[in-house]
Each structure stands twice: as C-alpha cells, then as structure tokens.
C-alpha cells in the first residue's frame, strides 16, 4: 500500500500520466504525488474511474496554469456499445435491452455528421455537476429528480473506427464539458436501438498525446533521481501564448507589481509568456488599455535575486 505521509520537496512541472481503468483521477494524481513528494499538485480534467488515458498532472507552480487545459478540445476513442441503454449511460449502470441493431457503417457514419457542430448538451444525471451545492450522482443515487443541466458544447469531428454490428469504436473531438456518455445516449436515439458508453480512452488534449504519456508502472520503475527528468516545465501549458522577454530591471518590477511599458503600444493583450534574458519563464502578464504590461500570474521564483 502506497504511504500517505513524505517529506514534503519543490518540484515543478508536468507530467503525462496515463491514466489506468478503474482508478479515479484523484488517486491517479495522488499516486504520482507522493512518487514525486510533491509539496502541491492539481490535475487537468477529471477522467471517471471507467474511463482512461491522458491524464496531465501539474506540481508546483505549474499548478498556476493549469486552467488552461481544462478549457482545451479533448480527444477520445469511445467505444459505443447498440442495443441497450443504462441508468448511467455507460457500464456502472443496469443495462435495459431495448433493439437489435440492424443499421451498416455507412447508416452509423451518417448519423454521427448529422451530430457535428455546436449543440445544447444535457448532462448525465450521474454525473459531478453541481446542483444548490450537491453532485447530481447524489440526487439520483436517491431517486430525486432535479432539473436536467444543459451547457453549449461542439463537437468538432466523429470519426467511426470501426464497427462490428454491435460496438463501434469512434474518434471523438470535442469541446471542453462534453459528456462522451450523452453522446452515446443521443447515437442510440437517432439509431432507434438504444446505446450505452462501453469504454473510453483520452488520446489527447491541449496538443499534449497519449503517446507521450507515461504509466503509473513506469513513474514507479523509474529512479527517484531520475524521475524530475519525465516532468515538462510548467510553461509548456502556455505556449500558445505570445512571448515577452523582459530586461532584469522590468523583471524587477514586474515582480513588484509595477506595470513596464509595452512593445504592443497599440493592442490589448489578455495574456502573455514573460521571460528573462536567460530565458527563464517568469509568468504570464497582460498589455492593459493603458499600453502598460502588467503581471498577472507569476512563479513564487520569478524574482532575481
């Protein structure tokens, strides 16, 4: 059994982990805590215990980023299993038989370009989703009914896989907030058979890929000396953002909370990458209306000493 106590280290970067079937995304990021004896750590993105794959894992101050994967497309490899439905839309649930499916491939890849685009999603019943302070799964573990959580989601491309008459195994890339369970729930509708979530798989977010993700297994085989070596810096979570480098005195104020002038004399910039001339990542800042580069969010190191 895996310690709940350790000497607390500063460590900062990302990892990606890929996360196994079974295990919740809190355990997953616990886990390759206490491997790394990180002082702080936060995820990305929940993946539910039945689901798996890329999982990436923020210490440190990379933690301060963050949230810039949670509002990145994912993608996934869902399989769709027709025929049935489930009280939870996938296979946590009682499954209810309710048609044969009797439709080709082609019938199948139709329906999933009709369902391409923006759209009103509702949320599973069971699901994380709040309701006056409670997850809906709470609600339907008791049998009360609430009102359904509807939010805008897109979905920007369904590529079908494969499929065996039954199951079929689909691409999907999709817009933060999209429940791959309704998915399933709403193919099984437009198939007029039914349809419940099988399996699912994260491949890739933010540009970040499942390739490039490391096990559990493999974050314990490797030594703990060689272990910050796995970890990407904790910039690589803005990258898309544009880059600022910054003279040591305007680091300084920066550092301070004093806002330095701006190359952008003419734009309002929500967000930048602030760097030293030695190529140190210092944080995010932001060109306000006054043409002034503020900071916005700094490492807790930024500062030269």
């Known amino acids: 059994m ?22 919740t995304s809190n355990k997953a990021l616990q886990t390759a805590r206490w491997h790394y004896h990180a002082a702080k750590a936060g995820h ?32 996934y490899t869902a399989s769709v299993r027709f025929g049935s439905v489930s009280t939870t839309g996938d296979l946590e649930g009682t499954l209810t038989a309710v048609a044969p499916p009797t439709f080709s491939a082609d019938a199948l890849r ?5 369902l391409l685009g923006e759209q009103m999603q509702q949320a599973p019943m069971h699901s994380a989703l709040k309701h006056e302070g409670k997850a809906l799964y709470e609600y339907a573990r ?3 009914v609430v009102p ?37 729930e709403d193919l099984g509708k437009l198939m007029g058979c039914g349809a419940h979530l099988a399996g699912l798989r994260r491949t890739a977010t933010a540009g970040f890929l499942l390739a490039d993700a490391l096990t559990l297994e493999t974050l314990e085989a490797t030594p703990p000396e060689a272990r910050d070596a796995l970890l ?12 600022v480098t910054l ?33 140190r990542f210092i944080g995010l ?4 209306a006054d043409g002034l580069l503020w900071p916005d969010r700094l490492l807790a190191s930024a500062a030269i000493s």
């Open 110 to 114: 139709m329906a999933l370009v009709g």
């Open 44 to 75: 990305t993105g929940v993946l539910d215990p039945l689901a798996s794959g890329l999982l990436p894992v923020c210490l440190g101050e990379a933690t301060k980023f963050s949230a810039y994967l949670l509002d990145a497309d994912k993608r």
């Open 2 to 23: 895996t310690p709940v106590r350790f000497k607390k280290r500063v460590v900062d970067g990302v990892l990606l982990l890929d996360k196994p079937f079974g295990m």
């Open 247 to 279: 003279t040591d005195a305007e680091v300084d104020a920066i550092c301070h909370g004093q806002a330095v002038h701006s190359e952008q004399k003419n734009a309002i910039i929500d967000r930048c990458r602030l760097y030293a001339v030695d190529k």
């Open 142 to 144: 008791q049998g009360i």
């Open 148 to 184: 359904p959580k509807v939010r805008q989601i897109t979905l920007h491309q369904l590529n079908l896989l494969a499929f065996d008459g039954e199951t079929a195994e689909i691409d999907v890339l999709c817009s933060k907030g999209t429940y791959i369970r309704s998915l399933a």
């Open 285 to 288: 800042g932001a060109v306000r």
């Open 232 to 243: 990407l810096p904790p910039d690589i979570l803005v990258a898309h953002l544009p880059e």
